[in-house]
């Protein structure tokens, strides 16, 4: 095969026939640990993406939290606020119910 000008005999074309088939088979092994590389890149970039995931859900846990107790604070100091002002509340009306009692009603003689 070396000489274009010569036709091609049966052992050229059986040599040829195992270099095509030793490059295939370099080739396919090439393939092969270039697809295994590219699947351990990817769980590598999997575990990574994963573990951000779980940082961010810890961190909206944390603001979550952080929210809820401050709400839970104003809610209850309006809790106390509201029952004090109940409290204010009854004792105007219960003063005012005493004046009302006093102005219907006649005092009481003594004997």
Known sequence: MENSEQPATKQDIGQLRTELKQDIHE???????????????????????????????????????????????KLKETEI??????????AVEFRVTEIEKRINLPPQQTQ
Do not use: C, N, P, W
């Open 81 to 90: 606020a509201d029952i004090m002002l109940r409290q204010r509340l009854t």
């Open 27 to 73: 080739l396919r092994t090439e393939m092969k640990q270039d697809g295994e590389q590219l699947r351990s890149e990817f769980q590598h970039a999997f575990d990574d993406l994963r573990e951000t995931l779980r940082d961010v859900q810890t961190e909206l846990r944390k603001a979550f939290y952080s929210f809820a107790q401050s709400t839970d604070a």
